[in-house]
């Protein structure tokens, strides 16, 4: 499976952006997906992520009603709609992909990655 991230840009504080990860590879509708980020001076943290099926979704508390996570197996893609953004929102966003129906919460669960794409929220 090969991980394309896109989406992330310059935003003002308060706007929005929408970032997708689209996948190349067979049965990537088997696969859980996270959204990590990476904050200068930061480790990667998970900071969404939804099943196979796209039922059970997770969220840190930092995004918790602002961030919404979704999937088209259809189309092999993964979205993260991020709302209301906030200068701390600002970083590296990866996807990951799980080959496990469920989600994990640590990077070292996830077996594919994309290749980033840097989300920058002014003040």
């Known amino acids: 499976v090969q991980l394309q991230a896109s989406g992330g840009g310059l935003v003002q504080a308060g706007g929005s952006l929408r970032l997708s990860c689209a996948a190349s590879g067979r049965h990537f509708n088997t696969y859980a997906v996270g959204w990590f980020r990476r904050a200068p001076g930061k480790e990667r943290e998970l900071k969404a992520a939804?099943?196979?099926?796209?039922?059970?979704?997770y969220y840190a508390d930092a995004v918790k009603g602002r961030f919404t996570i979704s999937r088209d197996n259809a189309k092999n893609t993964v979205y993260l709609q991020m709302n209301s953004l906030k200068p701390e929102d600002t970083a590296v966003y990866y996807c990951?992909?799980?080959?496990?129906?469920?989600?994990?919460?640590?990077?070292?669960?996830?077996?594919?990655w994309g290749q980033g794409t840097q989300v920058t929220v002014s003040s």
């Open positions: 939804i099943s196979w099926s796209g039922i059970s979704t």
């Open positions: 990951a992909a799980r080959g496990h129906g469920a989600y994990g919460s640590t990077p070292d669960e996830y077996d594919y």
